[in-house]
């Protein structure tokens, strides 16, 4: 097949599913093609089947914001054109099920029908989505998909609550790919990072308020009191500066590293003991499969799919969003027993082997066969 893929660029959970997922439909023989304004942040190396259409905006005087959504239009009707695309994968429904809807009537003036389907990720629905200056253009563009598939079963019941959908929804679950993520040898930098054998905590995210990193510094702290630990706080977003200022005022500076946005994450995850994901809304929980599969347990709220991912007891602990004292709790249980926490470990690397990329692409792919065979024709607006 050949597959049209629109995303937006970033590190978010979002982008980094959109990417992958097209770099193994391209290992699997089919021809991809990223439409976005920048190179997505995983495709940052020539791979066969694959290929990057850049969207640029127009700079003219009577636009105090570029139109984006127009270039990306025309860009969609450009590439489905003339390289023949089959289908059209939009991840995000903001605003790229809409936009998908118009590309598609455009190529049907043309005599082209190319099926869309719409990947939705969570805060699309859950925050910006439900915003009632977004929502009846989200619940149009998602009704006019050929096909939507959802990354939760949460998400799901989620976007039939707050939307009335006409769709069908099919849930086909995040993934992590085996071959990046797994548990090495790095102990020349875990070393470097804990001389002393300090546990391990990290956390990775967009650092956006509703990650709630702050209560990750307050889980910290609170398991430092108690065992030796360094936390490593991985990406970047609009709270780092007060999270560094929260750091400092607690005193933990000392053993606290900010790294920044990390392309090689895995060898991170690779030296880490425990997984911190206190999110007030979380869709699936990409950073906590990650990490589940470089066998690192995860402490985490059990907003939206984290339940569906973090088996409470088993992979790691649950705890109702805010609850800093019983995360911290559930922490210092698992660090202070070794034998519990290599089975903790062990239980997290079996979890994630559900969700790896040779057991969720193939959904994809049955998928789109499926919207291809079944999907309706029509000129009507």
Do not use: W
């Not at 391209?26 to 976005?36: E, L, P, R, S």
């Not at 903001?94 to 939705?120: C, D, E, Q, R």
């Not at 799919?305 to 609850?323: M, Q």
């Amino acid at each position: 097949m050949k597959i049209g893929i629109v995303c937006y660029p970033t590190y978010g959970g979002s982008g980094v599913l959109a990417t992958e997922l097209g770099l193994g439909l391209a290992k699997n023989g089919h021809q991809v093609h990223f439409i976005t304004y920048r190179q997505p942040a995983r495709f940052n190396h020539f791979t066969e089947n694959v290929f990057y259409h850049e969207v640029s905006g127009a700079d003219y005087p009577l636009f105090e914001y570029p139109p984006y959504d127009t270039a990306l239009t025309s860009k969609i009707v450009d590439v489905a054109t003339f390289e023949k695309l089959d289908i059209l994968h939009v991840h995000y429904a903001i605003p790229h099920a809409t936009v998908a809807y118009l590309a598609k009537k455009i190529l049907l003036t043309k005599g082209k029908y190319v099926p869309t389907i719409t990947t939705l990720h969570g805060t699309d629905i859950t925050l910006v989505g439900n915003n009632q200056a977004f929502a009846p253009v989200v619940e149009f563009g998602i009704n006019k998909s050929d096909g939507v598939t959802a990354v939760s079963q949460s998400l799901k019941d989620q976007t039939n609550e707050y939307f009335n959908i006409e769709n069908d929804i099919k849930v086909i679950y995040n993934f992590v790919d085996f071959n990046r993520f797994k548990k090495s040898n790095k102990d020349h930098f875990k070393k470097a990072i804990a001389p002393n054998g300090e546990k391990i905590l990290m956390h990775t995210s967009n650092f956006r308020k509703v990650k709630r990193v702050d209560d990750v510094m307050r889980v910290f702290q609170k398991v430092q009191e108690k065992i030796p630990s360094k936390l490593l706080l991985i990406g970047d977003g609009p709270e780092r500066q007060h999270l560094e200022d929260l750091c400092r005022k607690m005193g933990l500076c000392d053993d606290v590293r900010f790294l920044g946005k990390q392309d090689a994450i895995e060898e991170l995850l690779a030296i880490g003991d425990l997984f911190l994901m206190p999110s007030e809304s979380e869709s699936f929980g990409l950073a906590a499969l990650e990490a589940m599969a470089c066998e690192m347990p995860v402490i985490s709220s059990n907003a939206g799919g984290l339940p569906e991912v973090n088996e409470h007891g088993k992979t790691g602990f649950l705890s109702p969003i805010g609850e800093v004292d019983d995360m911290a709790h559930h922490a210092i249980t698992l660090l202070e027993n070794e034998s519990m926490l290599a089975n903790f470990r062990v239980n997290a690397l079996n979890q994630a082997r559900r969700f790896s990329l040779e057991n969720i692409l193939p959904q994809y792919e049955a998928y789109y066969e499926h919207i291809l065979a079944t999907s309706v024709q029509t000129q009507e607006f």
